[in-house]
């Protein structure tokens, strides 16, 4: 058994159990429980959440009845935000009196029970926790095998029973006036989740392993190496970054590219950050990158900082009209336009650069790459600018 919990006066509820527990994020204990059972489905998840983190979560427990997935959920409701002062929660009466002033009064409470049926949960309960039977109740959804929830409602006495006249009887009161709901829902029965996506998985053709890049060339560089490409949206920086991953890769190097680029179509920087490395990888930061490519005006502003940093072991190729800032590095300028090289093959061409110098890379790592990446008419024109370039 495991069991998830969340923020509030409900995360203490695993200590009182000697059992595996996760402790996460505000109204996200189902997402931790989801997880949990599709990985080990042979495990048995408990979730409690207070009535503050249903109305956080709200949208992940409608997902958990839609689903259907063998999770039992006890709500421990007690009407308010009573770790963090006493605010109104989702669950609060309007006539209640909490420390959030009259915000209470103009929102109407949910009846998560109702909310849940509409969602699709196969299986409501809701008691009072002075239930004479509450064991027996928790028990019920717990043997359940689909999506379980317990609505139980409970006193506040650090801050809610301080302002408000609310005893165990007026509980059992309150709990009259709603629809009874004890056990499972039949309209809404269905096949359990996780069950229910095995049984199709294994219906399926297995997937095919990732495409793998064999070692068959010797890199001129046997040491980690650090390549950032600064340019401009349109200019393919991303590719570039790519074409550079998969030539490490041809030489037997582990890899990482890490990019930053805006959401907007064509407009503003776009950065590449390429890690090259006969060793396992941790940090992929780069502070000191041993090459820049300075390729658009925007990707250098984006970076500006960078280049009081850079001394002269860093080797700068820039592409000639561009401005560059203040440093020390060595300065390459190429004169790409005047070379009737088009800005969106900039990056290949400065890559190409970079391997005819034999650092970073080898021409014929960078070949191998572009072989891999494209073909047909792409492949014979990035063959003709890297041999234009080399």
Known sequence: MVMVSDIGCSGLF????????FHGLHGRALTYATGLKLARPDLKVVVTMGDGGIGIGGAHILSACRRNLDLTLLILNNFNFGMTGGQFSATTPPDAVV??????????????????????????????????DLSGVMEGALRHEGFALVDIWGLCPGRYTGRNKLTPRAIEEG????????????????KEYGRHYRELAAALQPASPPASIDKILDPPEKVRSEVMILGDAGQRIITAGEILCRAGLTAGLRVTQKNEYNITVLRGPSISEVILSPREIGFTGLERPNVVLALGREGVQRRSVLFERLGPETLIIQAQGLNLPSTRAEVRRMDFRGQKIKSNDWALAALAVLAGMNRILSPEMLKAAIKIRFAGEALESAR????KMV
Do not use: M, W
Request: aromatic content about 10%; glycine content about 8%; hydrophobic content about 40%.
């Open 384 to 387: 003709k600018l890297i041999d």
């Open 99 to 132: 420390s959030s002033g009259f915000l209470n009064r103009l929102e109407f409470p949910i009846d998560i029970c109702q909310a849940a049926r509409a969602a699709g949960a196969t299986y409501l309960a809701r008691c009072s926790g002075f239930h004479k």
């Open 175 to 190: 709990l009259t006036r709603l629809p009874p709901v004890a056990g499972p829902v039949e309209e809404n029965a269905g």
């Open 14 to 21: 695993d200590t009182f159990f000697n059992t595996h527990a």
